[in-house]
Structures are given as C-alpha cells and as structure tokens.
C-alpha cells in the first residue's frame, strides 16, 4: 500500500490507499477522485488521466514510457513536470506521493 | 428524409461489424460519422499500431482491420454520412427522427451508437483569448491553403499534421513552428526535412516553448510565447495553427435522455438495448456489468443489437436463426453462388 494524495486544480485534495502494483491512474478511478478521466482505461491512447508532478517526486517515480510524451503533446496544458497517471506505477517507494491535476483533462 | 430500418452512430470496427450483421438478416442501416474519413479510433489514434487480440486474426494495424471490415461489407451497398455528427435524437410516434449537423434527417425505429468514447474534435488553445479570433486567424484545421500566401503563419504542434503543414505553408507564407519540447512524434522523415528548412532560413523551428497569450485588434497580430524558463518572447503572426491532436467528447448523446455512467451508455445484455426503446450502444460506449472495452466485445455487442432491431423494423415477420455457412437467403444477400 502506499498514500498517494491528488490534489484537484481548485486546491481540493484527496489522499487515499493504493494497492501496489496499481496504477496512480487505476488508485484515483477506484476511488472516485474528480479530475481523472482516463477514457482509454490505461492504454495510454489518450490524454485524459494527465497529471503534474513536482520536482521531488518527478525522478523517484518510474520513468516515462515509450511514447508517453507523444500523448502528452495532446494533453491539455501540458508542462515540464505532465505525466500520464496510467504510467506511474504504485509501490511502496512512492508512499506519500502528491500528483496535481490539470484544469480539465479535454 | 432518409427512412431506414437502423441507423449506426460511429463508423468505427463495431459499427461496420454491427452494418454487416444487419445487412444479412435482411435489414437496411445507413452510417454517420463526425470524422470525414471510416475507422474511428482505429484509424485516428492508431492506424500503424498493430492489434495482437482479434480472433483468428493474429496481428493487424488499425487501418487493416478497417480495409478488412469495408472488404467484407463490399458485398452490401452501405451509405455512409461522413463528416457529420448526429445532433438531434426525438421519438414520433414509434420511430425515431434523427438530425445531423449538417441537416441530413433520418426516420428509423432503431438508432445504434457505436460511438467509441465520443466524437473526436480539435484540442484547441488554452488561453482564454484565443476564441475570439478561432475559426477566423486561429485554426485547427485546414480548408483553404490559400489564404496563408504571403502571409505569417505560426503552427503549434509536434506531429505530423503540424510539420506536414509547416513544410506545406513554408512554400508561400513565412512559417513559425513552435512545439512544447524539442522531440517530435512526426515521421522521421518529415522531421529531417523540417530541421533542414530550419537550418536553411525557411522555416523559424522554435522548441521548448508554448503559447502564453494572443492579441489583436479584430484579427490576430501578436502572439506571445513562454519557454521552459519562463521567458518570454512574442511573434507577429497573421494565423496561429493549433494541431495537438483530437480529444473525444461524449457531446450530443449527453442530451438524448439515457441512463449514463460516466461517459459511457448503461444498457441490457441480451438487446444492448439502453434505457429507451430502440435506441442500442455497442462497443466502447456501453457499459455493463463485466464490460471489456476490446474490438471483439464490440462485434458481439454488435450481432445481438442487430437481432433486436429485427423485431421492431419487420414487427410482423420472425426471425429465422440462419448460418452463413448453409443459408441460401444470406448467401444471395452476399452476392455468392450457393452449392
């Protein structure tokens, strides 16, 4: 298990429970967290589960997957820090990571 | 007013699987579309990447499993409405009036969406100012290249609609390409051939940088563009290109009265019957208890929803359960001899 905190555009946070070997994508679907869509279920065909994390996280988590940055050119508002939430994996390493999401996901 | 037995939403690979499962129970069904091209995702997202999970298929890319379905629909003369999207759904009577964006008007008892995730539509601008000159000085797609003679163009984006269109408008418009990072997902080639026309002069290549603000009195003049260090620099510009890809919005079904979840159709396992009677979801769309969102679901989704408008297209005939292996109706339908 490991605590992940997403923290909505509007300054609204949410910290939860995520099974290892999850996906931060997957932790914040099952836990009914606004402001992640995911439409294509973790097939990484789309854009809608884009999340921004901070420096201190960026480089402790898995690093981008092949392609990840093609989708995240789609993303809306895209920064230096986007990453697909379906690509980060949950391990008990990430304990007590923080995500932000974007405005919107489309 | 087009009258039909169904009406299939969605040219993707369910709703092509789910016109020829009508077309051999001996049923009309007409297509629409919001692309201008057949496929959906398969052709949208995906056209080279190859597919490992169709049956008795063992590896195909988007555009083959298209081409393949529209082979096998050869046999049936299906029209498709492309390029429109169906805005409005009303019940007269027992039938259904549907209308497209364009106006076309349908009258059939059963509607089928096979709409993926929704219709694709143009990621545009964030800033706030762009709208006011959108469909105007900013674009995201192109209809008349001539407009941009002589003129500054600046293009936004990294893939190949975005570098095709740069090296394209390089010929007769002074052209900025500013894409957000310094890799490209464009085609190899395409980004050899840019970075060479950077090199040369012809083409102003500027990376790591994004669009912070427009203006313009009327019509654009300036943009302003920020780059990873928060530096900021601005362009003069007669046209801003936006080509980040298509997002899929749930758009018009949102309003038809149905039982959502999400962005998906709740509906029956038995009909993919939805909350309204005559009005079927198949494929990505729908949504039930163990759904799987793979090409194969949407095919059988496809064949049952295809049985259930028989029952309110031919109210006063049966149906008959037929193979195609040993049918001699389906296999005139086909157009093929029969032993």
């Known amino acids: 298990m490991a605590k992940i905190t997403y923290i909505e555009n509007n300054g609204k946070s949410h910290t939860v429970e995520v099974a290892e ?52 050119d789609q993303a809306y508002e895209p920064k230096k820090s986007s990453r697909l939430s379906c690509q980060i994996q949950v391990s008990p390493e990430i304990d007590g990571l923080e995500v932000h999401l974007p405005g919107k996901q489309i | 007013m087009i009258k039909t037995d169904a009406l299939i939403i969605g040219a993707g690979p369910t709703g092509l699987f789910t016109a020829h499962q009508l077309k051999l129970i001996g049923l009309d069904c007409e297509i629409v579309d919001n692309l201008d091209k057949i496929g959906g995702q398969c052709i949208e997202l995906y056209p080279d990447k190859p597919i490992y999970d169709i049956p008795a298929i063992p590896k195909c890319t988007g555009e083959e499993l298209t081409n393949n379905l529209l082979e096998q629909l050869k046999p049936f003369n299906i029209k498709f409405h492309l390029g429109e999207r169906v805005d409005e759904l009303t019940k007269d009577n027992e039938k259904w009036k549907v209308k497209t964006s364009k106006g076309t008007a349908f009258e059939t008892p059963n509607v089928i969406i096979a709409g993926g995730v929704g219709s694709f539509e143009p990621r545009k601008f964030s800033p706030k100012e762009c709208e006011q000159f959108e469909n105007k000085t900013i674009l995201y797609s192109i209809k008349d290249k001539k407009i941009f003679d002589g003129k500054t163009v600046s293009i936004f984006g990294g893939g190949d609609s975005a570098l095709d269109w740069a090296l394209e408008l390089s010929k007769t418009s002074k052209v900025n390409l500013i894409h957000r990072r310094d890799e490209f997902r464009a085609a190899q080639a395409t980004v050899d051939k840019v970075k060479e026309l950077s090199n040369a002069g012809k083409i102003n290549l500027i990376t790591n940088s994004q669009l912070k603000t427009v203006s313009g009195n009327g019509k654009l003049e300036e ?31 949102a309003n038809w009265g149905l039982n959502l979840n999400k962005k998906t159709v709740e509906v029956d396992t038995e009909k993919f019957e939805t909350n309204q009677k005559g009005i079927y979801a198949v494929g990505d769309i729908c949504n039930y208890p163990g759904k799987l969102k793979l090409i194969l679901s949407g095919f059988h989704e496809g064949a049952l929803a295809a049985r259930a408008c028989f029952k309110l297209a031919r109210p006063n005939e049966k149906y008959r359960f037929e193979f195609t292996t040993s049918s001699k109706t389906i296999k005139n339908r086909l157009g093929v001899k029969s032993d």
């Open chain 1, 21 to 72: 070997g999850l996906t931060v994508m997957e932790g914040a679907v099952q836990n009914n967290i606004p402001g992640i869509d995911a439409d294509c279920g973790g097939g990484m065909a789309c854009a809608t589960c884009h999340v921004y994390v901070k420096d201190e996280w960026f480089d402790k988590i898995n690093k981008k997957s092949e392609g990840e940055d093609d989708m995240i």
């Open chain 2, 223 to 253: 943009i302003e563009i920020e780059n990873d260090n928060k530096e900021t620099k601005k362009l003069k510009t007669d046209f801003a290109l936006g080509f980040f890809g298509l997002i899929m919005q749930l758009g018009p079904i």
